[in-house]
């Protein structure tokens, strides 16, 4: 009789704490649902038309491979020019629009995009400098970059700084500099420069023209140290011999931007100049940085990372 009560009695129990399990599981449920609405962020632009891929585009950039292009590069960096190397390294993938970070597996809600990891790679006296931008532009080319970031590395520290495209421009940034420790603003859209070179490579000839408000590299700003911002500026774009340039004027020595590029598809990257006062205080002059074409190369990188792949560095005169 006792072992009967005592089978009831676990019967009971277990009763009791399927019950309370069950009871969680309603609870928590509509939790995390009204957490997952609450921040979801839809990009207001998302609704916009796409734009027709033409077969020459999608032959040349979904082969499987990435397109890889060296530069001779001379950075003017604390009142003087040095010599370096920089790369551009595009590439189409899909993206997820919401978190806004390279998709794992196909999804009809992904966006595709051509994305450019540019680096630039110097030195300043005794220590490095190694810069990283990353842009992820709609292939359709029907709305502003999803994302942009920057990180920079050298011996004094390193720092980050991303912009991420939603109902208005989210901008964070990490630095370890006191003044610039840890920020995170919005903007109010505008083009940015840094998806000029994305959207150069998909359709050159909707680049803005004539009087705009663009907010200038990620870059500028973190090596300038001021604040970002959207600036007015004069954008232009000429055409000789088979060659299309590119020219984005800030005026008043704030900042001259010129991009070289193949009038005809695929629109290659030729060469870059940047001018902008360099140094600090009185010491401060107006200097041109330089990027000039080495070598290019189409390939799966990310499928080369054995030590017998090392000779392609080579085919980048790297």
Known sequence: MKKWLRFELIIVLFAVLISLFESCKEQTAPEVEELAINTKVVN??????????SQEFKKYWYAGNAEITSYKLEQARYGEVREGT?????VTEPFLPEIQVKADRSN??????????????????IYPYSIMSSTFYPVYDNQHAIKTSLSIQEWCGHVYSQLNNREKFEFTSHSYFEGEADKNLTLDKAFLENEIWTKIRINPENLPIGEIQIVPSLEFFRVKHQEIQALNAIASLETSNGTSTYTVDYGDGIRKVSINFTSAFPYTIESWSEEFKSGYGSNSKLMTSKGIKLKSLKTPYWRQNSNKDSFLRDSLGI
């Open 44 to 53: 207001t632009e998302t609704s916009v038309s796409k734009n027709p891929l």
């Open 86 to 90: 920089s790369v551009l390294i595009y």
């Open 108 to 125: 009809s809600d992904n966006i595709p995009v051509l994305k450019l990891n540019a680096t630039k790679n110097y030195l300043t006296g």
